[in-house]
T-cell receptor, first 114, second 115 residues
Framework: NAGVTQTPKFQVLKTGQSMTLQCAQD?????MYWYRQDPGMGLRLIYY???????DKGEVPNGYNVSRLNKREFSLRLESAAPSQTSVYFC?????????????FGSGTRLTVV | QQQVKQSPQSLIVQKGGISIINCAYE??????FPWYQQFPGKGPALLIA?????SEKKEGRFTISFNKSAKQFSLHIMDSQPGDSATYFC??????????????FGQGTILTVHP
C-alpha cells in the first residue's frame, strides 16, 4: 500500500544543473500530475498526464519537461535549474481525469537551487 | 492569476474552539470543491469535498458551507483539537473547459490549535 512514491526526498542543485524527479504509483491510476508548492502560493500545476502516452501543460510549465514512462511512472525534468525553481514538488495521481475520488499525493521532493 | 483565493493565511484557535477558513473563486465553470489537509513533511490529503448542488456537507467535526451565488465556500472545524494543527488548502475543479479534471488550489491556511 505504498500509494505514490517520489524520489529523491531532498536535493540541492547548482544553477544550470539538470535533474529528474521520479514518481511512481501502485494504485493503477490513469492520471498523474506534478505540482509545485511555494509559500503563500498554494500548489500550482506544472504538467499532467491524463492517461499513459499523453501529457499536457499546466499553469507553470516553463523550465520543465515530463515523461509518462508507463502507467505507473511520471517523471519531471529540470534541464537547466534556476533559483526560481527552488520549491517543494509533489506528484499526485487520480483514478481518471475528472472523476473525483480524490487525488493521492506523494510526500514531496524538496529542491533547493543555489 | 489566482483563481481561488483563500483566507486567512494563518489562524490560531484554542482547543475546543471553531476554526473557519474561507475561499472565493472566480471561474463559474468550477463544480467540485475539495479541501485538503497537509501535515509537515507530508503531501496533502483529501479531507472533505462538495459539489454545488448542496449548500452544506458535514463529516464528523468538519463542515463545508457553499454559497454558489457569492462564489464562496468555507471550511468549519468544530471542537478544534491540537491534532488538527496543519495547513489546509481549498481547491476547485470543473467538469468542462480548461479547468476540466485539474485542481486549482488556494494559497493555504496554517492552522494552529493551542491546548
Amino acid at each position: 500500500n505504498a500509494g505514490v512514491t517520489q524520489t529523491p526526498k531532498f536535493q540541492v542543485l547548482k544553477t544550470g544543473q539538470s535533474m529528474t524527479l521520479q514518481c511512481a504509483q501502485d494504485m493503477n491510476h490513469n492520471s498523474m500530475y506534478w505540482y509545485r508548492q511555494d509559500p503563500g502560493m498554494g500548489l500550482r500545476l506544472i504538467y499532467y498526464s491524463a492517461s499513459e502516452g499523453t501529457t499536457d501543460k499546466g499553469e507553470v510549465p516553463n523550465g520543465y519537461n515530463v515523461s509518462r514512462l508507463n502507467k505507473r511512472e511520471f517523471s519531471l525534468r529540470l534541464e537547466s535549474a534556476a533559483p526560481s525553481q527552488t520549491s517543494v514538488y509533489f506528484c499526485a495521481s487520480s483514478e481518471v481525469l475528472g472523476l473525483f475520488y480524490g487525488y493521492t499525493f506523494g510526500s514531496g521532493t524538496r529542491l533547493t537551487v543555489v | 492569476q489566482q483563481q481561488v483565493k483563500q483566507s486567512p493565511q494563518s489562524l490560531i484557535v484554542q482547543k475546543g474552539g471553531i476554526s473557519i477558513i474561507n475561499c472565493a473563486y472566480e471561474n463559474t465553470a468550477f463544480d467540485y470543491f475539495p479541501w485538503y489537509q497537509q501535515f509537515p513533511g507530508k503531501g496533502p490529503a483529501l479531507l472533505i469535498a462538495i459539489r454545488p448542488d448542496v449548500s452544506e456537507k458535514k463529516e464528523g467535526r468538519f463542515t463545508i458551507s457553499f454559497n454558489k451565488s457569492a462564489k464562496q465556500f468555507s471550511l468549519h472545524i468544530m471542537d478544534s483539537q491540537p491534532g488538527d494543527s496543519a495547513t489546509y488548502f481549498c481547491a476547485a475543479s470543473g467538469s468542462g473547459g480548461t479547468s476540466y479534471g485539474k485542481l486549482t488550489f488556494g494559497q493555504g491556511t496554517i492552522l494552529t490549535v493551542h491546548p
